[in-house]
C-alpha cells in the first residue's frame, strides 16, 4: 500500500538536544512538507520542497532543519534554538507538479521535552 | 493574500443531528478548496474537495459545494454518529506556489 510513514510515533527532547523526525513516503509525490500542530490550533508550515536537493522556508521555519537528498525522504531536524519544541509535527506529501493538489498526510510525531 | 476562516468550535451534536461547519475563504485566483478530518492522535485524511466553482465534494454522507459568489465552502451532513466525532479542517490550494491554507479546525462532538 502506497502511503506515508512517520517514526517515531513519540519523540523525547532534552535540553540543548538535537532530535530528527523521519518522513518517508512511497508515492512517487514530488513535493513534500512539514507542519507543526499545537494543541487546539490549526496546521502551521515549517518547510516545504518541490523537488530533490531543493527546499524552501514556511511561516515558521526558526529553529528547524530539512534536507531533501531522496525523492522518498523529507527528514526534519529539531535543533537546540527552537525554545518551544513541544508540538504534534505532521509530513505531508503532494503530487506537485501543477499546484492546487491534495495533500496526503502521515500518522504525526508527538514530540516532548524532558 | 490567500486565509480561510472556519466556524469556531467545539461543536456538540446529538446523534442523527444535522450538522453544518461553515468556512469561507480569501484567495488571489483559483483555489482547490479542501475538507480534512483528524481523529484523536491521528494525521488528517482527507474527507472531500472541489476543484471549481460549484462543484459540489461529498464522502461518507459528508457534502460541501464550492461557492464563488459566497467565497464558501461549507461542510454538511444529514445525520451525524457518534464516530463522526474529530477535528474538522478547511484548506485552500492556490495553483501558485503549491502551498495550502488551513482554517484553525472545528471540533465536533456527537453524543448517543
Known amino acids: 500500500d502506497g502511503g506515508i510513514t512517520q517514526s517515531p510515533k513519540y519523540l523525547f527532547r532534552k535540553e540543548g538536544q538535537n532530535v530528527t523526525l523521519s518522513c518517508e513516503q512511497n508515492l512517487n509525490h514530488d513535493a513534500m512538507y512539514w507542519y507543526r500542530q499545537d494543541p487546539g490550533q490549526g496546521l502551521r508550515l515549517i518547510y516545504y520542497s518541490q523537488i530533490v536537493n531543493d527546499f524552501q522556508k514556511g511561516d515558521i521555519a526558526e529553529g528547524y532543519s530539512v534536507s531533501r537528498e531522496k525523492k522518498e525522504s523529507f527528514p526534519l531536524t529539531v535543533t537546540s534554538a527552537q525554545k518551544n519544541p513541544t508540538a504534534f509535527y505532521l509530513c505531508a506529501s503532494s503530487i506537485g507538479q501543477l499546484g492546487g493538489e491534495t495533500q496526503y498526510f502521515g500518522p504525526g510525531t508527538r514530540l516532548l521535552v524532558l | 493574500g490567500n486565509s480561510v476562516t472556519q466556524m469556531e468550535g467545539p461543536v456538540t451534536l446529538s446523534e442523527e443531528a444535522f450538522l453544518t461547519i461553515n468556512c469561507t475563504y480569501t484567495a488571489t485566483g483559483y483555489p482547490s478548496l479542501f475538507w480534512y478530518v483528524q481523529y484523536p492522535g491521528e494525521g488528517l485524511q482527507l474527507l472531500l474537495k472541489a476543484t471549481k466553482a460549484d462543484d459540489k465534494g461529498s464522502n461518507k454522507g459528508f457534502e460541501a459545494t464550492y461557492r464563488k459568489e459566497t467565497t464558501s465552502f461549507h461542510l454538511e451532513k444529514g445525520s451525524v454518529q457518534v464516530s463522526d466525532s474529530a477535528v474538522y479542517f478547511c484548506?485552500?490550494?492556490?495553483?501558485?506556489?503549491?502551498?495550502?491554507?488551513f482554517g484553525t479546525g472545528t471540533s465536533l462532538t456527537v453524543i448517543p
Open positions: 484548506a485552500l490550494s492556490v495553483k501558485t506556489g503549491n502551498q495550502f491554507y
